[in-house]
Structure formats: structure tokens, C-alpha cells
């Protein structure tokens, strides 16, 4: 008997769910359900009219062990081999991290000064949320939001950050 299934959000999760369904045989139909106007969640390009590229969320696939070649085979089956840029852990990107917060580009801590100073948009050293991070008592309640678990891991500023780049999709079909 074949089924019809709903995917709840059109981030990479769901869209990978939907691309695994389509290939069954017991499914005759597929409706991604979404809040928002796009698909991808939190895998964004933003195109400045500078021509400068922001991606928002994770930018890269480290292509070890089983999840990684899951997905290097599902990139396969869709065809979008030439989207991907090998880049390797020698190469200048590795190197270079960046966050575009609050409308400005921060380079992220390269090395141990890095780690000890307070750098732009952060408000204390790095090396003070590692520690306070082993401090943290967990959270109270049973079943904790993403939102929550960063706002009371990482602090404010990683939460507001996040808070710009949520966005979903609307999407129907097989």
C-alpha cells in the first residue's frame, strides 16, 4: 500500500528525508510542510551587490567516516559534484573564519592570543567561555530548544546571531 508522508521543515534534514522517500517504492507522495518562505534552513548564500558571498550556517562536508560519504553520495545522485570546492586543511580558507555580525566581518581567533584576548564581536576571551562552559549545570528542562541550549550555553551574542539567519521554506510535492 503506498503512503502519503509529511515532512515537518525544509532544512537539510528535511530535504534529505524527502530526497530518501522519493526513491521508495511506498510512497506515492510527499508534502514538506514549512514556516517560511524558502528551503534550506539554516544553508544560505547571501549575494551583496559588492559581489561579496555570505554563507549562513555550515559552509562545508567533512567527507570522513559513514555520514560523510552518505552525503557525498546523496551531493552525487543530484548531480551537484561541480558545486563542490575541495579545499584542504593547508589552504588559506581553512586558515581564515569569519562571522558577519551586526552588519560587520570579524575574523575568528587563529591562534593562542586569540584565544586569551577579547576579539570583536565577542565580549569576553574565548578561553573564559571554554572554562565557563565546563561549569554550566544542565539545563532544567526535560526536553531543551536549540535557541535555549545556545542562549544558555554560549551567551547572548551567539543567540542573536542566530536569530537572524532562521528561515524555512514552502514546499509540496514528488
Not at 509529511?6 to 510542510?33: E, R
Not at 539554516?42 to 551583496?48: A, E, G, V
Not at 575568528?108 to 586569551?116: A, D, K, Q, R
Amino acid at each position: 500500500m503506498q503512503k502519503v508522508v509529511a515532512v515537518l521543515g525544509g532544512g537539510i534534514g528535511g530535504l534529505s528525508a524527502c530526497h530518501h522517500l522519493s526513491k521508495s517504492p511506498n510512497v506515492s507522495k510527499i508534502v514538506l510542510l514549512e514556516r517560511s518562505g524558502r528551503c534550506g534552513g539554516w544553508l544560505s548564500s547571501i549575494r551583496r551587490d559588492d559581489g561579496a558571498v555570505f554563507e549562513q550556517g555550515p559552509r562545508g562536508v567533512r567527507p570522513a567516516g559513514a555520514v560523510g560519504r552518505n552525503t557525498l553520495n546523496m551531493v552525487s545522485e543530484l548531480g551537484l559534484e561541480s558545486e563542490i570546492l575541495p579545499v584542504t586543511k593547508d589552504h588559506v580558507a581553512s586558515k581564515n573564519r569569519f562571522l558577519y555580525v551586526k552588519g560587520q566581518l570579524h575574523k575568528m581567533p587563529s591562534g593562542p592570543g586569540g584565544v586569551v584576548r577579547t576579539i570583536p564581536p565577542f565580549s569576553r576571551p574565548i578561553i573564559q567561555s571554554i572554562l565557563k562552559e565546563i561549569l554550566i549545570r544542565k539545563g532544567t528542562e526535560e526536553d531543551e530548544s536549540v535557541h535555549a541550549f545556545v542562549s544558555r550555553r554560549l551567551g547572548s551574542e551567539v543567540r542573536f546571531s542566530m536569530e537572524d539567519h532562521w528561515s524555512g521554506c514552502e514546499c509540496e510535492g514528488k
